[in-house]
């Protein structure tokens, strides 16, 4: 199965950047897409963005979209979240995770396979 360690995260002002890095180990016979989710004070967690492995197409929430992207880099080693013009509301604790299932349902669901420990991002106005 695939494990994974999340860093990157911190604190920073709203319009600002991080990139949040996630070391990908082990292997995965079943787990179709892998991407980042996030969980809110108080609230559910959210899918953000993921990569479906079938084709390689990404799939981001409209919440990020156009501010976000998600890569990994070419050992397949290490997956990425590059956060642009950050918001107050993206303040959030941040995951990797698997699932065998599409990328778009990564974004819909709470149920994963797999996920990390995750690392803290706060964005202050």
């Known amino acids: 199965e695939l494990q994974f360690v999340e860093s990157g995260g911190g604190l920073v002002q709203a319009g600002g950047s991080l990139r949040l890095s996630c070391a990908v180990s082990?292997?995965?016979?079943?787990?179709?897409?892998i991407g980042w989710i996030r969980r809110a004070p108080g609230k559910e967690h959210e899918g953000v963005a993921c990569?479906?492995?079938?084709?390689?197409?990404?799939y981001y929430a409209d919440s990020v979209k156009g501010r976000f992207s998600i890569s990994k880099d070419s050992t397949r080693t290490m997956m990425y979240l590059q956060m642009n013009s950050l918001k107050p509301e993206d303040t959030a604790v941040y995951y990797c995770?698997?699932?065998?299932?599409?990328?778009?349902?990564?974004?819909?669901?709470?149920?994963?396979?797999?996920w990390g420990q995750g690392t803290q991002v706060s964005v202050s106005s």
């Open positions: 082990g292997s995965s016979f079943d787990d179709r897409s």
């Open positions: 990569i479906d492995s079938r084709d390689g197409a990404t």
């Open positions: 995770a698997s699932g065998d299932f599409s990328g778009s349902y990564f974004l819909t669901t709470n149920e994963f396979d797999e």
